[in-house]
Nanobody, 128 residues
Framework: VQLVESGGGLVQAGGSLRLSCAAS????????IGWFRQAPGREREAISS????????YYADSVKGRFTISGDNAENTMYLQMNSLIPEDTAVYYC??????????????????????WGQGTQVTVSS
């Protein structure tokens, strides 16, 4: 079971990046996917989640309207499209998955403890 992120890098303010998170050893079916980030000296922050069961998406206020979460079950990959980046978006970004296992599909999307699997993180740096 593994999540591998890619797509991070250095971008100027106002630019865009698309992060990818490829899964191996399991599928995104019947699961929730999430993206978190952690800046130096700060706590890990939940920024977005997608419930693959009902398609519902969630966003932190800090990224709403700029970031878009999506998943491709055929490719077993999830994405985070990040537009209008600002220096405050600089952080290590992590993808995570919560498997529902056919049980309740309700979850606290912003709680890192809800998620079962995590990627290794990818650095995003936004220059001013």
């Amino acid at each position: 079971v593994q999540l591998v992120e890619s797509g991070g890098g250095l971008v100027q303010a106002g630019g865009s990046l698309r992060l990818s998170c490829a899964a191996s050893g399991f599928t995104f079916d019947d699961s929730a996917i999430g993206w978190f980030r952690q800046a130096p000296g700060r706590e890990r922050e939940a920024i977005s989640s997608l419930n693959s069961y009902n398609g519902r998406t969630y966003y932190a206020d800090s990224v709403k309207g700029r970031f878009t979460i999506s998943g491709d079950n055929a490719e077993n990959t999830m994405y985070l499209q990040m537009n209008s980046l600002i220096p405050e978006d600089t952080a290590v970004y992590y993808c995570a998955v919560k498997k529902f296992h056919g049980g309740s599909r309700r979850y606290l999307w912003g709680m890192s403890q809800e998620y079962d699997y995590w990627g290794q993180g990818t650095q995003v740096t936004v220059s001013s």
